[in-house]
């Protein structure tokens, strides 16, 4: 069955610190990978997505067929990183979109 | 532009009642998209659209959920009746293509 998991429920890191937040999935065909983000009172928005190979707000994350991984990383956290991040999976192609449960990020002063 | 729009924002209900919950999308966007989030779950997929028509409803738990989109700028999603562990956050989110999807501010369901 498809899946995504994200081990961390929350994730603390003090500010200037590098940030991994994991993610794996489960799936056979050829996947669609996103990270999206919701900031305290905003809604559930897109940061990035595998295909684009993109650097949003700093945030990088590489597909690692091998490990079925889509890992989010930053390598020098800011306090307003601090958010609630998931996941996504996106079945080759199709619309059907699969969540992680979310990673809460808290960025220390 | 004010976004996917849901109302009502938080609603209280008892047990047994029917509930419905409305979305707008964005204008142009030609599919729409019904979440539910728990805590236990996470965010989860019960339905969605593309021009109005239903194309996956897989995710939607039971018979006492139903979904419709009588047009292009709206769409409900009505529970009836009621149970206790309906209480969640509904989302509804629109996109105009596969990489993005925009999303509501969501109605926090209180079923007592």
């Known amino acids: 069955a498809q899946r995504v998991t994200q081990p961390e429920k929350l994730l603390s890191v003090f500010k200037g610190a590098p940030v991994e937040l994991k993610c794996n999935y489960s799936y056979s065909g050829s996947p669609e990978l996103f990270w999206y983000v919701q900031y305290s009172r905003q809604r559930l928005q897109l940061l990035l997505r595998?295909?684009s190979r993109e650097s949003i707000k700093g945030f990088t994350a590489d597909l690692n067929k091998g490990e079925t991984s889509f890992h989010l990383k930053k390598p020098f956290a800011q306090e307003e990183d601090s958010a609630m991040y998931y996941c996504?999976?996106?079945?080759?192609?199709?619309?059907?979109?699969?969540f992680g449960t979310g990673t809460r990020l808290k960025v220390l002063a | 532009d004010a976004g996917v729009i849901q109302s009502p924002r938080h609603e209280v209900t008892e047990m047994g009642q029917e509930v419905t919950l409305r979305c707008k999308p964005i204008s142009g966007h030609d599919y729409l998209f019904w979440y539910r989030q728990t805590m236990m779950r996470g965010l989860e997929l019960l339905i969605y659209f593309n021009n109005n028509v239903p194309i996956d409803d897989s995710g939607m738990p039971e018979d006492r959920f139903s979904a419709k989109m009588p047009n292009a700028s709206f769409s409900t999603l009505k529970i009836q009746p009621s149970e206790p562990r309906d209480s969640a956050v509904y989302f509804c989110?629109?996109?105009?293509?596969?990489?993005?999807?925009?999303f509501g501010p969501g109605t926090r369901l209180t079923v007592t």
């Open positions: 996504a999976l996106s079945r080759g192609g199709t619309y059907k979109y699969i």
């Open positions: 989110a629109s996109s105009p293509y596969l990489y993005e999807q925009y």
């Open positions: 595998h295909i």
